[in-house]
């Protein structure tokens, strides 16, 4: 059953959708009639299953079925991210990631980054968006504001894992995390971490990860070691 994040308050008995990018989904991509079935999220916890009740031009209404509830779990899985050249590879790594479940997204920027600000986030976070729904997730992940590395080891967080294929501690499938860790991991850039970077880092108690012999491009290496790592 498709699911689609909506503004919209789901503990009414009907609602209408009217959101002109959703409105399109609904009519011209899904071509929904009367009496079909769709789940809505809100992102607050908030799950309904809803069926078209009718299906006009200035929306489509639906009364509510079924109503969840759910609580966003405690744990954090946070992915540090260094900005890339090209934003379709930041693009790929937030929809992947949202996918196998990260919660939070902090585009990094670091010696090596050739873009030193986040750029499009309107799209990112639709990116997001879709990919949540594509999974059926009922919580997206925030993707935060561009934070510098140097900051970021100013307040680093509790065991903070970095990738790197040149300078590491242990491989990273000796590194066992318990289910209801959080997990924070740090990728970096195209041209990786200077060596300055990683020495500080491992100083202050970050522990520094290899993925495997071949040397990853940066989305293999966030998409393949959260997963490692998630499940």
């Known amino acids: ?40 999220l809100d992102n607050k916890g908030t799950k309904v299953y809803a069926k078209v009740l009718f299906v006009q031009n200035k929306g489509v209404e639906f009364e509510i079925l079924k109503r969840e509830f759910f609580e ?28 196998i479940g990260v919660t939070d997204i902090f585009p990094l920027i670091t010696e090596r980054c050739q873009v030193r600000e986040l750029r499009k986030k309107d799209r990112l976070e639709l990116i ?43 491989n990273i499938s000796e590194i066992k995390i318990l289910k209801e860790e959080d997990i924070n991991l ?17 100083n202050i108690g970050a522990i520094v990860f290899l993925m495997g012999k071949n040397v990853l491009r940066m989305e293999t290496a966030a998409i393949c070691a959260l997963a490692k790592l998630i499940f």
């Open 186 to 202: 740090l990728i970096g850039p195209e041209g990786g971490l200077s060596d300055n970077e990683i020495e500080i880092l491992k």
């Open 128 to 170: 997001i968006k879709e990919a949540g729904e594509q999974c059926e997730r009922v919580f997206l992940p925030k993707l935060h504001d561009a934070i510098d590395l140097k900051n970021l080891i100013e307040s680093m967080p509790k065991g903070l894992l970095v990738g790197d294929a040149r300078i590491y501690d242990k």
């Open 72 to 99: 966003e779990e405690k744990r954090k899985i946070c992915l540090y991210c260094a900005l890339s050249r090209k934003p379709a590879t930041f693009e790929i790594i937030v929809q992947k990631v949202t996918e």
């Open 1 to 40: 059953m498709q699911h689609f994040f909506i503004n919209e308050d789901l503990n009414k008995n009907k609602i209408l959708v009217s959101e002109r990018e959703i409105l399109h989904q609904l009519k011209d991509v899904l071509r929904m009639r009367v009496g079909e079935e769709i789940v809505f």
